[in-house]
Structure formats: structure tokens, C-alpha cells
Nanobody, 119 residues
Framework: VQLQAFGGGLVQAGGSLRLSCAAS????????MGWFRQAPGKEREWVST???????YYADSVKGRFTISRDNTENTLYLKMNSLGPEDTAVYFC??????????????WGQGTLVTVSS
């Protein structure tokens, strides 16, 4: 399984970005997918999950601002981020589980894409 995240960059506070994560190596639609982030000097934190059934979940810190989605025909995961603030500056990672129906488990990780929000 390979995951490649891209779409990060430098954006001003209040702006938007859309991250993408291209997946390959197995049937994409059968697995939950998630986004995580790691800010400088901080632990990695969970951001959002979309289940194989399309159910979505968000951390309180991004709820109402971020939208996770997936395109199973393109094997791609997305994270649309609106109303960005400096606190959203981090390396963003996509991840997925090794097995189906294992909520909260993430075994495969992409390489990360850097999002920098200037104030």
C-alpha cells in the first residue's frame, strides 16, 4: 500500500487549501482513511477520518472548517481546509489501516505535506 499526500503550501490566515492523498496497492474503497497532522515541536494529532461507508469524523479543533472526502473511482482522499489559522500550521499526513473494519487503526502512512499559515 502506498499513500502520497500533496497539496500543502503557504497560505494567509483565513485562506483555504485542499490536500489530496493518492492511494495505490489495494482496493481503496474498502478501508477507512484518515488525516493527521504534526505541528513543530508537538505530537502528531488526529484530524479527521472517513470510513469505507463514507461516514466522517472530525477533531473539535477543525470541525466546521475542514471537510474530508474520498473519490473511490480515483483512489484519492481529500481534505478541504477553510478559515485556516496559524494554529493549523503542520505537516499533514494521510493514513489507512492494514485491515478492513478496524476503526482507529492506522498502519500505512503517506510522507506528509507541509501546510504553513501566515498571520
Amino acid at each position: 500500500v502506498q499513500l502520497q499526500a500533496f497539496g500543502g503550501g503557504l497560505v494567509q490566515a483565513g485562506g483555504s487549501l485542499r490536500l489530496s492523498c493518492a492511494a495505490s496497492g489495494r482496493t481503496f474503497s474498502s478501508y477507512d482513511m484518515g488525516w493527521f497532522r504534526q505541528a513543530p515541536g508537538k505530537e502528531r494529532e488526529w484530524v479527521s477520518t472517513i470510513s469505507s461507508a463514507g461516514n466522517t469524523y472530525y477533531a473539535d479543533s477543525v470541525k466546521g472548517r475542514f471537510t474530508i472526502s474520498r473519490d473511490n473511482t480515483e483512489n484519492t482522499l481529500y481534505l478541504k481546509m477553510n478559515s485556516l489559522g496559524p494554529e493549523d500550521t503542520a505537516v499533514y499526513f494521510c493514513a489507512t489501516a492494514m485491515y478492513e473494519n478496524t476503526p482507529g487503526e492506522y498502519d500505512y502512512w503517506g510522507q506528509g505535506t507541509l501546510v504553513t499559515v501566515s498571520s
